[in-house]
């Protein structure tokens, strides 16, 4: 039994993909939102809780064009965001799932103003702060952690 979890670990550590001449980016700290891709964070108000998942893949919107998303649950219901930073830091609305979508029906990418800590796709409005989002405003009501 001993060879077999021995042998498991050498594998396990054999197969890491580490390169310890490039150090881990910090990805948190360059994006708008202050969370990784893959991370969640539950606000509590009306109606319950309300989940923001930073979606952990890309979609293809097009031209060459790849966007990260937000998914926001509530109460069974879900909603997508699409969005893009450019290296300057501008963040773009590249669209709302099942609603509308940058490059279709003549729909262009809305450019979202980060001033003033919030960040405004539609109906929805993200306050921010360094350590990622700290309340969300919804139709249905303001959601704080």
Known sequence: MRLVVAALVLLLVGCGSSDPASPPTDIASTTWIGM????A???????GELVLVYVDE???IGADDYASALTWSHGGEYTTDYWIQDDDGTLWWYGRKGKWRAGR????PR??????GTATFGDTV???SDDGPTQVETPHGVYTP
Request: proline share 7%.
């Open 105 to 108: 029906n003549g729909e262009e």
């Open 41 to 47: 964070r539950a606000f509590d108000g009306p109606g």
């Open 36 to 39: 990784q891709p893959g991370d």
């Open 126 to 128: 993200i306050t921010l």
């Open 111 to 116: 450019e979202v103003d980060l001033a003033g």
């Open 58 to 60: 890309t979609y293809d």
